[in-house]
T-cell receptor, first 114, second 113 residues
Framework: GAVVSQHPSWVICKSGTSVKIECRSLDFQATTMFWYRQFPKQSLMLMATSNEGSKATYEQGVEKDKFLINHASLTLSTLTVTSAHPEDSSFYIC??????????FGPGTRLLVL | KQEVTQIPAALSVPEGENLVLNCSFT??????LQWFRQDPGKGLTSLLLIQSSQREQTSGRLNASLDKSSGRSTLYIAASQPGDSATYLCAVIFTGANSKLTFGKGITLSVRP
């Protein structure tokens, strides 16, 4: 149990377009989901904490209007990168927390903005 | 500032060697510490979770220790195999951080056949 999926696994888009990434907990309900970004050879940096039915909490330096997070149900959170630019190219990973236990991580989404 | 550090950034060992990966953290007030494995271009796989009240955890050839007073954790890998080649990340939930994981940069391990 405790499987988290992400879709798409990779995406290439043109500069200025928006990209939506989905994070799903497949076999458990997650009241809290987390979104991370990872640059090459760097660690995971937390972008925001997403709670079902409420607004996401963003980390310092993360633009909430650029990275829109929606946690519409206990099994789905989405991250939309609006007006993407090449510097937004990165590896985006989500995690889902089950009953305040450990976080279970998705396989990641690689975004390349041309 | 609460930080997690992993040194060295990369390590190469011959197959069969026992090895230790180090992790240090700046604040001894932690909720738990976790070791993850990440293969290239992939997500994270949790290896071992050590609660604040515990000193170590074991799973197969892996053993993780925790010394809060010195702000250190080690991941011991016995009889390393080429399949162990990956990046190993240490992450801490500091007390009061509301489940937020603070990650180290990871150690990229290469086990040579």
């Amino acid at each position: 149990g405790a499987v988290v999926s992400q879709h798409p696994s990779w995406v290439i888009c043109k500069s200025g377009t928006s990209v939506k990434i989905e994070c799903r907990s497949l076999d458990f309900q997650a009241t809290t989901m987390f979104w991370y970004r990872q640059f090459p050879k760097q660690s995971l940096m937390l972008m925001a904490t997403s709670n079902e039915g409420s607004k996401a909490t963003y980390e310092q330096g993360v633009e909430k209007d650029k990275f829109l997070i929606n946690h519409a149900s206990l099994t789905l959170s989405t991250l939309t990168v609006t007006s993407a630019h090449p510097e937004d190219s990165s590896f985006y990973i989500c995690s889902a927390e089950r009953q305040q236990e450990t976080q279970y991580f998705g396989p990641g989404t690689r975004l390349l903005v041309l | 500032k609460q930080e997690v550090t992993q040194i060295p950034a990369a390590l190469s060992v011959p197959e069969g060697e026992n090895l230790v990966l180090n992790c240090s953290f700046t604040d001894s007030a932690i909720y738990n510490l976790q070791w993850f494995r990440q293969d290239p271009g992939k997500g994270l796989t949790s290896l071992l979770l050590i609660q604040s009240s515990q000193r170590e955890q074991t799973s197969g050839r892996l053993n993780a220790s925790l010394d809060k007073s010195s702000g250190r954790s080690t991941l011991y890998i016995a009889a390393s195999q080429p399949g162990d080649s990956a990046t190993y990340l240490c992450a801490v939930i500091f007390t009061g951080a509301n489940s937020k994981l603070t990650f180290g940069k990871g150690i990229t391990l290469s086990v040579r056949p």
